[in-house]
């Protein structure tokens, strides 16, 4: 019901209306989905932090970091925005950290302006956008 007006829920695949058992499971399995997202998530990061913190990339069979993309933390900084959504908070904080006192513009070398726009520019808005910490538009 919205604005007092009940509105008919129609299933996308098979063109039948939802029921409140469909939905209750549809929830149900979309709580299951989001913690195993979550918790891939959660693993993915433990491994970037632990193998290759402030490099721009982590590269997981050898477990070595690496830096393709001007070693301006990539990985980090594309990936504050998500963090924040994921409510993974500590994770947050040491990234911003990292941010406030180990990311750095001032390396002579060559980088691409589209991979440095999307993922560094792009990630510090977005930090900026969600936690309002002024650090991401003074970087």
């Known amino acids: 019901t919205v604005a007092g007006v009940k509105i008919k829920l129609i299933d996308g695949v098979g063109g039948r209306e939802v029921t409140e058992e469909m939905r209750t499971a549809s929830d149900a399995q979309g709580r299951i989905r989001r913690e195993s997202v979550k918790a891939g998530m959660k693993h993915a990061w433990a491994g970037y932090k632990k193998y290759a913190w402030g490099r721009d990339e982590v590269k997981p069979l050898s477990n070595r970091g690496q830096d393709n993309w001007g070693g301006m933390g990539v990985t ?11 409510g993974m ?22 980088v691409s302006v589209f991979e440095t726009t999307i993922r560094e520019l792009g990630g510090l808005l977005a930090a900026y956008d969600l936690s309002k910490d002024k650090i991401f538009l003074q970087k």
């Open 89 to 110: 908070k500590d994770e947050f904080k040491e990234a911003r950290d990292w941010v406030a006192h180990s990311l750095t513009f001032d390396k002579a070398g060559s």
């Open 76 to 86: 980090l900084v594309d990936s504050l925005d998500t963090l924040w959504l994921m």
